[in-house]
């Protein structure tokens, strides 16, 4: 175990069931043995198409759900043989954000109140007084004057209520925050105010966040680490500093190849790939990709490919790497 570990899943996966219309249940793996480790400091980006299950792995890693296999660990130590004490402890130390600030916010409550309730209750023994005061503070460092304190959500622009969400995940100083699409649900330029605000915010705080996001440029902007998963598996994973050094996984090409590039007057190349993602309740045999990839082999439609990490810590799950 890493003495930076600030948070590992090892060998996670999840089970979830729906109903077919003729009532019938079906389990599917939305997370397949995942192997996932954030370090102290960093800003790791988890990247992937929608559905792919980076909510899911974010959900277990705040534990807000369970996982069916593995283990979740904060700080180095394992969620399920914690004291109820230490996990009071360390709970108000992991901290989300989440992209539908809307449905995140109490509609009744005041912005005030939103930051007054996580802070008194982990924190019990302060007076209102101080805590006002920190109140204040966490709203100052989120770029909103005390004129907010008052105001309810529906009264917040949709930058202003992320603002607020962020505040509130800051108020219990938090080491760890986990943002799942922070800034999709936001206009350009309001997005790039956030993105610019969550850089200062982790250089001034010291923070480690894991942020989740199905946008490239968010992507490169952000992140030292990038994971890329595909149908509830990680594929391929690198240091943002070797973006344009390795050949990627085929399916990471896709994702770099269908991203616009607005000074380019060509269109993105999309015709080397076929089709969609196949349903995780249909898992293809051998790799998961290998019938949209434009490099697969007879041996990828048989064979799980194995996970190869090289010495330049990039790590890919790839026959043809
Ligand atoms: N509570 C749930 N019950 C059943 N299926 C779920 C549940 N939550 C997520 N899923 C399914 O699990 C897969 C992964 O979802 P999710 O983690 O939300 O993906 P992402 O965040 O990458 O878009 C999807 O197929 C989704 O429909
Ligand atoms: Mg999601």
Known sequence: MSVNSVAELRGVSKIYSVKTFLLKKLSFYALVDIDFLLCKGEVSVLL???????????????????????EVFWFGEALAQMSKERYKRLRPKVQAVFQDSFASLNPRFSVKETLLEPYLINFKDISKKEALEKVRLELRKVGLSDSYLERYPHQLSGGERQRVALARALITNPQLLVLDEPTSALDMTIQSQILELLKRLREEEGLTYLLITHSLSTALEMADTITVMYLGRIVERFPRKLFRVVNHHPYTWLLINSYPDPFSSKPPELGTFKGEPPSPLNRPSGCEFYQRCPEALSQCAKELPPTKIFENQWLVVCHRR
């Open 48 to 70: 992937g198409e929608s559905g792919c299950g980076k909510s899911t792995l974010a959900r277990i890693l705040l534990d807000i759900e369970k996982p069916d296999k593995g």
